[in-house]
């Protein structure tokens, strides 16, 4: 049974940083693409960074200059550092095993001061 769970969210002042996590359950994380999108309130889902299994990354544009995906396979764990968070990056961040159906839970990221 695939699951993914996330953590690592909150309240964060403008100019703050966060990093989330994910960790996988029930995959052979070494050989999977993992990607983390967000849903903004009354906006569409969006993806904002891909991590393939040999560790190539790919970034939304808006994003590639503040946000860093990493992965731990030891752990299977997936990470997003975000630095220099702006209000408008306040939504629920998700966790996704890439080109599948399986998400995670999402977790709450809140960026106001």
């Known amino acids: 049974q695939v699951q993914l769970v996330e953590s690592g969210g909150g309240l964060v002042q403008p100019g703050g940083s966060l990093r989330l996590s994910c960790a996988a359950f029930?995959?052979?994380?070494?050989?999977?693409?993992m990607a983390w999108y967000r849903q903004a309130p009354g906006k569409q889902r969006e993806l904002v960074a891909i991590?393939?299994?040999?560790?190539?990354?790919n970034y939304a544009d808006s994003m590639k200059d503040r946000f860093t995906i990493s992965r731990d396979n030891a752990k299977s764990t997936v990470y997003l550092q975000m630095n220099s968070l702006k209000p408008e990056d306040t939504a629920v961040y998700y966790c996704k095993l890439y080109n599948t159906p399986y998400w995670g839970q999402g977790t709450q990221v809140t960026v106001s001061s």
């Open positions: 029930g995959i052979s994380f070494m050989i999977a693409d």
């Open positions: 991590i393939t299994s040999g560790s190539r990354t």
